[in-house]
């Protein structure tokens, strides 16, 4: 069974500083990870996907995030929060033999002045 | 860019009424879903919808939910006899198959 554990509920930064949103999975195969942001009364937005290709992945944004097997992680990065990064992310784990994804319980990225 | 429309974006039932929540997914999709999100937590799935008939559903997806896509277009999901609990935000997902998922904005169904 496939599962998300994303270790913070909430992460405070100020504006300029780098972002860390952390997230381990749990799966029984070869997995799809994703990251989605859900701004205020909005949609989820796709930010990136891992798919088996290259480790590192960029997305939009100036988001990117890395692959871990040995460490079951996949963490989101970014060098420099902006104040609309502000939102909801969500680690979202896909088994390559299901569609049906699993969405950890969210962190909710706040960006301060 | 191909969005995912879902209509009504709110809507307020009284408990027990049927419900309806709308969705039109992207045209050259093949795969369709639902998920739904409480109020503070987690989204979860609820059902998959390929070729016309139901490929997966969660233990949420009871008799009292069931879904369609009566003509072609559009995607719905009716929920016959509604519950407090069921109070949640609803989304509505197409996908080509290829775990690239879009994601519509929801409706938000308020049971009173």
């Known amino acids: 069974a496939q599962s998300v554990t994303q270790l913070d509920s909430h992460v405070s930064v100020s504006e300029g500083t780098p972002v860390l949103l952390r997230c381990n999975y749990s799966s029984s195969y070869s997995p799809s990870l994703f990251w989605y942001v859900q701004h205020p009364n909005k949609g989820l937005q796709l930010l990136l996907k891992y798919t088996s290709a290259a480790t590192l992945v960029k997305g939009i944004n100036g988001f990117e995030a890395e692959f871990k097997k040995s460490e079951t992680s996949f963490h989101l990065t970014k060098p420099s929060a902006h104040m609309s990064d502000a939102a909801e992310y969500f680690c979202v784990v896909s088994e390559t033999r299901y569609s049906t994804l699993t969405f950890g319980k969210g962190t909710m990225l706040l960006v301060s002045p | 860019e191909p969005e995912v429309t879902q209509t009504p974006s709110h809507q307020v039932t009284q408990m027990g009424q049927e419900v309806i929540l709308r969705c039109v997914p992207i045209?050259?999709?093949?795969?369709f879903y639902w998920y739904r999100q409480i109020l503070g937590q987690k989204v979860e799935f609820l059902v998959s919808f390929y070729n016309n008939e139901i490929s997966e559903k969660s233990e949420i997806f009871d008799d009292q939910f069931s879904v369609e896509r009566p003509d072609g277009s559009n995607f719905t999901l009716k929920i016959r006899s509604t519950k407090l609990e069921d109070s949640a935000m609803y989304f509505c997902?197409?996908?080509?198959?290829?775990?690239?998922?879009?994601f519509g904005s929801g409706t938000r169904l308020t049971v009173v």
């Open positions: 997902a197409s996908s080509t198959g290829a775990r690239g998922y879009t």
């Open positions: 045209s050259n999709h093949l795969y």
